[in-house]
C-alpha cells in the first residue's frame, strides 16, 4: 500500500499541521485533525494491483460501482457502442488504469460543469478527459475521467501517440468522481449492473476473438 503521488503534498501538510497542534495543544484540539488525517490518507492510497493477462480482457479503469450498462453513441469516436460507468466514491481507490493494451490514438480535454458523477448527464456536461486507445488488432476503446461534485481535478499521465499496457496506472481524480468506457458493440460484457469492481484487478469486458 502507498500514497498516490498526487496526494504526497496533501498528506504531507496534514501530518505537519496535525503534528504541531498535538504537540502545542494536546489531544483535545487535535483528535479532529487525526481523523482527517486518516480519511486524507485512506482517500490517497494508491495500491498495488494483480493485472489479468488473459487474451483480450478489458480490466476496470476504477475501483467502484457499475451505474451504467448500456448501448449508447460514443461522442469521440461517432460511432455506436457498448458504454460502461463506473462511480468512484470517496472511499474508492481513485487512481484510473489502463483498460487494455494499444496506442493511444486520441485525446480530448473538455472543462465542464461538477453536478453528481452518479448522474447520467456528468458524462455529457461534467469536466472530462478523454483516450481513445486503439488495440494491435484494431479495436477502438475510449476510456473517459470525469470530475464529480466534489471533485475539481483531474490528472493523466498519458498524451496522443503513446504506447500503453493493459492495468498500466495513467491517472488520478481527486474526490467523487466517474469513468465512461466505450466498448464495441460485439464485446462480452463480464460484469453487470450494481457490481463493485476493483481498478486493474477486475475484467469487466472481452474482446471477441478474430
Known sequence: ????????????????????????????????????????????????????????????????????????RDPYLER??????????????????????????????????????????????NERNALWIQTPTGDDIVVVQIAGLIARRISCDINHGDLVTTGQRYGFIKFGSRVDVYLPLETDIATRLGQWVLSGTDTIAYLQER
Open 1 to 72: 500500500m502507498i500514497i498516490a503521488r498526487e496526494g504526497w503534498s496533501i498528506v504531507g501538510l496534514v501530518t505537519a499541521v496535525t503534528a504541531v497542534i498535538h504537540w502545542f495543544a494536546g489531544v483535545a484540539w487535535a483528535w479532529p485533525l487525526w481523523l482527517m488525517l486518516f480519511f486524507v490518507v485512506q482517500f490517497f492510497r494508491d495500491p498495488t494491483r494483480e493485472i489479468s493477462g488473459a487474451a483480450g480482457a478489458i480490466v476496470s479503469p476504477a475501483h467502484g460501482k457499475v451505474v451504467a450498462l448500456e448501448r449508447a
Open 80 to 125: 455506436d457502442a457498448l458504454k460502461l460507468s463506473i462511480f468512484m466514491n470517496v472511499f474508492s481507490v481513485h487512481s484510473n488504469r489502463i483498460p487494455i493494451a494499444g496506442k493511444i490514438r486520441g485525446r480530448w480535454y473538455h472543462a465542464g460543469q461538477f453536478f453528481n458523477a452518479a448522474l447520467d448527464k456528468a458524462s455529457r456536461e
